[in-house]
């Protein structure tokens, strides 16, 4: 069972003060006839906070359902908890298909486009392996290299067979195990969007441990300031900032969970192809994308990737990116009329 170290929701909230303050002072004063009702959570295996900023009132009951929806989707896809969808196609493995949620079976769908999109560097049954490292729960430790070599066989989205028609999913082989880590929030994201939406707000941000959806802009004509962090595991600071609105700006770091053993620091992306958290030189990729959902799994992608493969494929895709290297120089794609800003601290 995993469970969530204090640091990582103290880390959360830092990252959500931040982006208030940013997105409070980026254009002069806040509106005053803009009364902002905000709730934070913890869902997701991380802080989720959703902030409203035109929206019909919400009762206790309405942030209920908002939070439920996350919860839900939680209940659903993780791969730690018991009793999910997600736990019963990994106990199936190499026994029988698993007849899913059509949620669940969309995000799984789509992790695998993505992995083949990504060549594999973004894979969803990197889970045999994330489930021996334990990163982010109080068991966390470096696994044998014996144990990551056998692992290591089991990693193939290849071999995660659906059936759209039954909506069943079945991993081939025994052993094999998805983890859904790296692409559920920005579905969950989509999905409260979308529920907001529909619901009658108008204006909102929601932060999902960093994963962040803009629903509308913060006025009308004025997008949102968003600030990007800095890859600092000692301390909070903000590398950039660039506007956006009706979008997702997600990002992807090796600051976010991590642990130390025998002086040398490991952390929560792994390169499916060794099994070991990736070390090459990328310490934060972003990606700003409509969907939340793609641009999670993207955002992934390209720290495994490593420089010269993630910016080819940023230009392949024509993504709007941003990577930040080992000496805090980056590389980015973004749109001219973002304004992006450097070097904040
Ligand atoms: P965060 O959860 O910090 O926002 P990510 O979106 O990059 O960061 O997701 C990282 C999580 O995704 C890991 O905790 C793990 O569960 C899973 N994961 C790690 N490496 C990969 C990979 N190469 N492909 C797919 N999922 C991964
Ligand atoms: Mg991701």
């Not at 919400?58 to 439920?68: R, V």
């Not at 994201?189 to 959806?213: C, E, M, P, Q, T």
Request: with cysteine; proline share 2%; net charge negative.
């Amino acid at each position: 069972m995993f469970v969530m170290n204090l640091k990582c929701l103290f880390r959360g909230f830092l990252t959500f003060f931040f982006l208030l303050f940013l997105s409070s002072c980026s254009n002069g004063e806040e509106a005053t006839f803009q009364e902002i009702q905000e709730k934070t959570d913890f869902a997701l295996n991380t802080v989720t906070t959703i902030k409203l900023y035109e929206a019909p009132s919400f009762a206790e009951e309405d942030w209920e359902k908002s939070f439920g929806v996350l919860r839900e989707l939680e209940d659903r896809m993780s791969s730690h908890k018991e009793g999910t969808e997600v736990m019963q196609i990994n106990l199936s493995a190499g026994l029988k298909p698993v007849r899913v949620s059509d949620d669940t079976f969309e995000v799984i769908r789509v992790a695998k486009e993505i992995a083949e999109e990504t060549d594999g560097n973004f894979d969803p049954s990197v889970g045999a392996i994330t489930k021996l490292w334990k990163i982010g729960s109080d068991d966390q430790h470096v696994p044998q290299k014996n144990e990551i070599e056998e692992a290591l066989k089991k990693v193939d989205y290849r071999k995660i067979i659906l059936d759209e028609k039954e909506k069943t999913v079945f991993l081939e082989e025994e052993g094999m195990w998805i983890d859904l880590g790296a692409i559920a929030k920005g579905f969950a994201s989509d999905k409260v969007s979308s529920h907001l939406s529909d619901r009658g707000v108008k204006r909102a941000i929601l932060n999902f441990g960093g994963n962040i959806a803009l629903l509308g802009s913060k006025e009308d004509g004025v997008a949102w300031k968003i600030a990007i962090r800095k890859p600092d595991r000692n301390r909070f600071a903000i590398y950039a900032s660039l506007f956006a609105q009706n979008e997702s700006v997600v990002s992807s770091g090796d600051y976010e969970r991590f642990f130390e053993q025998g002086g040398k620091i490991y952390h929560h992306i792994i390169n499916p192809f060794t099994g070991y958290p990736t070390e090459n030189g990328i310490r934060g990729a972003s990606v700003i994308l409509e969907s939340s959902m793609r641009a999670d799994a993207y955002a992934t992608a390209l720290m495994v990737m490593g420089k010269e493969r993630a910016i080819e494929f940023i230009e392949k895709k024509g993504l709007e990116a941003m990577l930040i290297f080992e000496d805090m120089s980056s590389y980015q794609s973004f749109n001219k009329d973002r304004n992006l800003e450097l070097g904040l601290e």
